[in-house]
Protein backbone atom coordinates (compact mmCIF):
# COMPACT_ATOMS: atom_id res chain seq x y z
CA UNK A 1 0.00 0.00 0.00
CA UNK A 2 1.45 3.56 -1.00
CA UNK A 3 0.88 6.37 1.46
CA UNK A 4 -0.94 9.31 0.44
CA UNK A 5 0.57 12.54 -0.16
CA UNK A 6 -0.47 15.18 2.04
CA UNK A 7 -2.41 17.67 -0.93
CA UNK A 8 -0.54 20.52 -2.02
CA UNK A 9 -3.33 22.91 -0.98
CA UNK A 10 -3.07 22.65 2.43
CA UNK A 11 0.76 23.84 1.86
CA UNK A 12 -0.42 26.63 0.17
CA UNK A 13 -3.00 27.90 2.44
CA UNK A 14 -0.90 27.07 5.57
CA UNK A 15 1.99 29.23 3.52
CA UNK A 16 -0.60 32.10 3.25
CA UNK A 17 -2.02 31.93 6.48
CA UNK A 18 1.46 32.03 8.05
CA UNK A 19 2.70 35.22 5.66
CA UNK A 20 -0.53 36.59 6.10
CA UNK A 21 -0.45 36.44 10.32
CA UNK A 22 3.11 37.57 9.91
CA UNK A 23 2.58 41.14 8.75
CA UNK A 24 -0.29 41.35 11.01
CA UNK A 25 2.01 40.47 13.75
CA UNK A 26 4.56 43.48 12.11
CA UNK A 27 1.10 45.41 12.16
CA UNK A 28 -0.01 45.18 15.81
CA UNK A 29 3.74 45.71 16.60
CA UNK A 30 4.10 49.01 14.76
CA UNK A 31 1.09 50.18 15.86
CA UNK A 32 2.15 50.21 20.32
CA UNK A 33 5.55 51.26 18.82
CA UNK A 34 3.86 54.50 17.56
CA UNK A 35 1.32 54.98 20.79
CA UNK A 36 4.34 54.94 23.24
CA UNK A 37 6.60 56.64 20.60
CA UNK A 38 4.80 58.80 18.24
CA UNK A 39 6.76 57.42 15.59
CA UNK A 40 5.08 55.55 12.49
CA UNK A 41 7.89 53.11 11.67
CA UNK A 42 10.95 51.73 13.22
CA UNK A 43 13.87 49.26 11.89
CA UNK A 44 14.58 48.35 15.67
CA UNK A 45 12.36 44.58 15.56
CA UNK A 46 13.57 43.67 18.51
CA UNK A 47 10.75 45.18 20.51
CA UNK A 48 8.03 44.17 17.60
CA UNK A 49 9.43 40.28 17.33
CA UNK A 50 12.13 39.77 20.16
CA UNK A 51 9.83 37.01 21.89
CA UNK A 52 6.82 35.00 21.48
CA UNK A 53 4.01 37.29 21.61
CA UNK A 54 6.12 40.70 21.56
CA UNK A 55 4.00 42.06 19.32
CA UNK A 56 0.68 42.02 21.12
CA UNK A 57 2.32 42.41 23.97
CA UNK A 58 3.77 45.98 23.07
CA UNK A 59 0.55 47.02 21.86
CA UNK A 60 -1.25 46.39 25.00
CA UNK A 61 1.16 48.33 27.36
CA UNK A 62 0.56 51.32 24.92
CA UNK A 63 -3.43 50.69 25.09
CA UNK A 64 -3.57 53.55 28.50
CA UNK A 65 -1.40 55.80 26.66
CA UNK A 66 -3.76 56.15 23.33
CA UNK A 67 -6.82 58.17 22.85
CA UNK A 68 -10.18 56.74 23.71
CA UNK A 69 -11.67 56.28 20.68
CA UNK A 70 -8.17 54.69 19.17
CA UNK A 71 -7.53 52.60 22.29
CA UNK A 72 -11.16 51.35 21.82
CA UNK A 73 -10.11 50.41 17.72
CA UNK A 74 -7.14 48.79 19.55
CA UNK A 75 -8.23 46.73 21.66
CA UNK A 76 -11.17 45.38 19.57
CA UNK A 77 -8.65 44.65 16.71
CA UNK A 78 -6.32 42.56 19.50
CA UNK A 79 -9.98 40.46 19.99
CA UNK A 80 -10.87 39.96 16.52
CA UNK A 81 -6.81 38.38 16.15
CA UNK A 82 -7.25 36.58 19.19
CA UNK A 83 -9.11 33.49 17.54
CA UNK A 84 -7.13 34.07 14.04
CA UNK A 85 -3.55 33.85 16.06
CA UNK A 86 -4.78 30.75 17.79
CA UNK A 87 -5.85 29.27 14.41
CA UNK A 88 -2.28 29.81 13.05
CA UNK A 89 -0.66 28.20 16.05
CA UNK A 90 -2.96 25.43 15.68
CA UNK A 91 -2.27 24.57 12.08
CA UNK A 92 1.23 25.63 12.07
CA UNK A 93 1.76 23.30 14.84
CA UNK A 94 -0.61 20.33 14.10
CA UNK A 95 0.89 16.64 12.44
CA UNK A 96 -0.65 14.44 9.93
CA UNK A 97 -2.16 11.42 11.12
CA UNK A 98 -4.03 8.88 8.94
CA UNK A 99 -8.01 9.15 9.67
CA UNK A 100 -8.68 5.31 9.86
CA UNK A 101 -12.38 5.92 9.55
CA UNK A 102 -11.89 6.80 5.69
CA UNK A 103 -10.59 3.58 3.48
CA UNK A 104 -10.78 6.08 0.32
CA UNK A 105 -7.80 7.70 -0.91
CA UNK A 106 -9.50 11.26 -1.21
CA UNK A 107 -8.95 12.50 1.83
CA UNK A 108 -7.18 9.75 4.67
CA UNK A 109 -5.84 12.39 6.49
CA UNK A 110 -6.53 14.14 9.77
CA UNK A 111 -5.05 16.97 11.83
CA UNK A 112 -3.75 16.57 15.11
CA UNK A 113 -2.81 19.70 16.79
CA UNK A 114 -0.82 20.75 20.29
CA UNK A 115 -3.78 19.77 22.50
CA UNK A 116 -4.75 16.69 20.98
CA UNK A 117 -8.15 18.13 18.78
CA UNK A 118 -8.61 16.72 15.30
CA UNK A 119 -9.52 18.79 12.06
CA UNK A 120 -9.14 18.71 8.61
CA UNK A 121 -6.46 20.13 6.44
CA UNK A 122 -6.82 23.18 4.57
CA UNK A 123 -9.10 24.18 1.64
CA UNK A 124 -9.63 27.07 -0.54
CA UNK A 125 -12.96 28.06 1.51
CA UNK A 126 -11.07 28.13 4.81
CA UNK A 127 -7.97 29.61 3.90
CA UNK A 128 -9.00 32.22 1.80
CA UNK A 129 -11.87 33.02 4.34
CA UNK A 130 -8.87 33.29 6.92
CA UNK A 131 -6.29 35.34 5.03
CA UNK A 132 -9.03 37.73 4.12
CA UNK A 133 -9.92 38.16 8.03
CA UNK A 134 -6.02 38.67 8.49
CA UNK A 135 -5.64 41.21 5.80
CA UNK A 136 -8.12 43.26 6.86
CA UNK A 137 -6.89 43.35 10.23
CA UNK A 138 -3.72 44.61 9.33
CA UNK A 139 -5.42 46.89 7.51
CA UNK A 140 -7.21 48.26 10.03
CA UNK A 141 -3.93 48.08 12.29
CA UNK A 142 -2.16 50.40 9.87
CA UNK A 143 -5.32 52.81 9.60
CA UNK A 144 -5.17 53.04 13.57
CA UNK A 145 -0.95 53.48 13.90
CA UNK A 146 -1.80 56.09 11.30
CA UNK A 147 -3.91 57.99 13.45
CA UNK A 148 -1.91 57.47 16.78
CA UNK A 149 0.90 58.34 15.64
CA UNK A 150 -0.50 61.43 14.21
CA UNK A 151 -2.10 63.02 17.33
Request: glycine share 8%.
Amino acid sequence: MTTPLVPDEHYLWLGRISASYGMLDVQIGLLGHAAITGEKYTEDWSKLAGSPGAAVKLCERALPGMPADLADRAQELLEAAKPLRLRRHQLSHSVFVMDPTDDGPSAPWLLKDPKGSEGQLLEAVEGEAVVRAINRLSREASEIRAAVSSR
